[in-house]
């Protein structure tokens, strides 16, 4: 009886536990979580570097770095290049735009206004809409940018997947241009914005980045409830599955 019961307190206990761990883990993060000094504009320096010739998964790039650029941002959404139904960079073998990060940052984020706003990411571009009149009211689209995350460093790629929405980061690196070859041909060049002003497909910024720190994740122990939801509701399978089925008078 006291076996039976505990099975389904975890099964039970561990779904609830799942689920909420997964709905909350993406809700963006109450201003009084962060370090809001921190989230000032960006800080663009024009440079003059000569290209980076380098190779990814046997695809040759060059990258051309125009200027240096620190972006201290809260992740809003993401994008990982690798998933599965990303065709777009598998087509054009892409293998150094490893992901994108759509941030916000300023008084969108101090006002709290940035938490009435929907953020989604497509394989190219972060969409945004308002759900509230503050968001229409304080949110500033001068204030949240999408990052195509360039790198050939296959230690920093896998670092990047620890960054996950309402993460609060400092990104460091180059703006950058970058052209695709193929058997020495061009294939085709992308090209960074410049201000955070531009809209449209091609109003995203190309950050060939040389390293990343997050200075708090206010959702971790959300993720962390959602795996040991899922870890209980397993537990308490596995322990049903091996009972004696129950028979009562």
């Known amino acids: 009886m006291f076996l ?50 380098t190779q990814v998964n046997g695809v040759d790039y060059r990258i051309q770095p125009r200027y240096a650029y620190e972006l201290n941002a809260v992740v809003v959404s993401l994008h990982h290049s690798d998933s599965w ?34 953020f989604d990411n497509s394989q190219w571009e972060c969409h945004w809409s308002y759900r509230s009149e503050r968001a229409m009211k304080f949110f500033k689209n001068e204030q949240v940018s999408n990052n195509h995350i ?7 790629a896998r670092a990047l997947l620890n960054i996950h929405v309402g993460d609060q980061i400092r990104l460091r690196g180059y703006l950058v241009d970058y052209t695709t070859f193929k058997d020495g041909r061009a294939l085709g060049t ?29 959702n971790r122990g959300w993720r962390i409830a959602q795996w040991a939801g899922l870890g209980a509701l397993l537990l308490g399978l596995v322990l049903w599955m091996f009972l004696p089925m129950r028979v009562d008078d």
């Not at 779904?15 to 000032?40: H, R, S, T």
């Not at 955070?196 to 200075?215: H, K, M, N, W």
């Open 4 to 53: 039976h019961s505990a099975a389904r307190i975890l099964m039970i206990g561990g779904l609830l536990v799942a689920v909420a761990g997964w709905w909350m883990k993406g809700v963006l993060p109450d201003p009084a979580k962060l370090q809001l000094d921190e989230l000032n504009e960006p800080v663009q320096t024009r440079v003059r570097k000569p290209p980076i010739d």
């Open 150 to 156: 360039v790198t050939d460093d296959p230690s920093l």
């Open 190 to 218: 992308r090209v960074s914005s410049e201000t955070r002003t531009d809209t449209g497909p091609g109003a995203c910024e190309v950050l060939y980045i040389d390293g990343f720190e997050q200075s708090g994740s206010p």
């Open 85 to 118: 139904w990303d065709y777009a960079h598998k087509e054009w073998g892409d293998h150094v735009n490893v992901m994108d990060l759509c941030v916000a940052w300023g008084d969108s984020v101090r006002s709290g206004a940035y938490r009435d706003v929907s």
